[in-house]
């Protein structure tokens, strides 16, 4: 059987409940007769049944605030045999004084904290008074700071171990829901990269294979220099696959620049660019490349443009670029696309903007800080 830290709480909570009791158990019912026996009938359950419901709810998580008839139950179970078995033997109670140290530990589960402390000062002063009645040689100050130390130990040490057991077990939890986590953002991740390469890939192969079978007929050497650009875009798209799936992607803002701005002269797309000569970091030029990948992509696919630029500037801490055609995208061109750019954007603490313009063009501007 696999030893569990619930189990072994509860084992751990077990041997110190019996540690304090079976002694007493044993010289109760051999010097107490029938009071005694009585007594340990109705008091050890009245006593540990509601104990350890208490200690099992803990371990489940419950909130503080269980059933106070329980801990009415415990407490009574816990402190009125003391008198009786006294009345019935004098000193024989000291044997069941023990018991209170661990009521304190079901306080500390099942009482809000301040309602527990509250607790802790009477039940500690009644342990010092049991402690100085019941010391033998004169001894009274030492024993009844014992009882006292012993009530604290034994209650937090409850409370300790079982409230170990409930942050373990939620830090395991934890654990898992981070890994699952991170499975669903790797898989985002591969989503997000896989639309946003492909797509522009894919659009370049269908466009040079379109314009392959159109001059295959009238201009053979040009059609086989579409076809061979064609090989090498498919050759990129499946290192692009290969990189997507290592988690290793390195784009670069000019060199996208100039893919796309030939991908948008083969698609009869006048295409101007003005790049200023910015030094940027790796994380945002290659934001920036993902934007310029996008935004040529939905030009070509999703609207009929004839002319399209492409800039970049230096604005008071970051660094702008606009995607400008004047053709506005068909309906449905914002969707997956923009918002993986959205996400690459504020994820380095800039913005995307994706507007249509006064002349029926449409502007893709990213902004990311320098």
Request: proline share 4%; charged share 20%.
């Amino acid at each position: 059987m696999r030893i569990t830290p619930q189990r072994l709480a509860v084992g751990l909570v077990v041997l110190i409940s019996v540690g304090f009791t079976v002694f007493p158990v044993i010289t109760i019912a051999r010097l107490g007769g029938t009071t005694g026996l009585v007594v340990l009938a109705t008091c050890l359950p009245g006593f540990f049944v509601p104990f350890f419901l208490h200690l099992r709810a803990a371990l489940r998580g419950a909130q503080p605030g269980g059933p106070g008839i329980l801990l009415a139950v415990e407490a009574v179970a816990a402190y009125a045999p003391i008198p009786v078995l006294d009345a019935h033997l004098d000193y024989l109670g000291y044997w069941w004084s023990g018991t209170p140290t661990i009521l304190l530990g079901s306080l500390l589960l099942r009482l809000r904290l301040p309602a527990a402390l509250g607790c802790l000062v009477p039940m500690a002063a009644v342990q010092f008074a049991l402690g100085w009645r019941y010391a033998a040689g004169g001894a009274h100050v030492q024993h009844a700071f014992y009882q006292v130390v012993t009530l604290l130990v034994t209650g937090f040490v409850i409370y300790g171990v079982t409230r170990l057991v409930v942050v373990s077990r939620e830090l395991e939890q934890a654990r898992i829901q981070l890994a699952e986590a991170a499975v669903l953002r790797e898989r985002l991740r591969i989503s997000r990269d896989l639309h946003d390469g492909l797509g522009s890939s894919l659009t370049t192969i269908a466009l040079k294979g379109d314009l392959a079978r159109r001059l295959v007929g009238r201009d053979p050497d040009a059609a086989g220099h579409e076809l061979a650009d064609l090989v090498q875009v498919a050759r990129d798209a499946a290192q692009d696959v290969r990189q997507v799936a290592r988690g290793y992607r390195e784009m670069s803002l000019r060199q996208e620049v100039r893919r796309g701005a030939a991908l948008l002269e083969a698609s009869g797309i006048a295409c101007q660019t003005n790049l200023a000569d910015l030094e940027l970091a790796r994380a945002a030029d290659e934001a920036l490349a993902w934007a310029v990948r996008e935004g040529v992509t939905n030009v070509v696919r999703h609207s009929r443009a004839t002319t399209c630029s492409i800039s970049t500037s230096r604005t008071a801490g970051a660094v702008r670029l606009e995607l400008v055609n004047d053709g506005a995208p068909e309906r449905g061109a914002d969707g997956t696309g923009l918002t993986g750019l959205r996400e690459r954007a504020s994820g380095l603490g800039g913005s995307l903007l994706a507007e249509r313009t006064d002349g029926g063009g449409f502007r893709l501007a990213m902004e990311v800080p320098a």
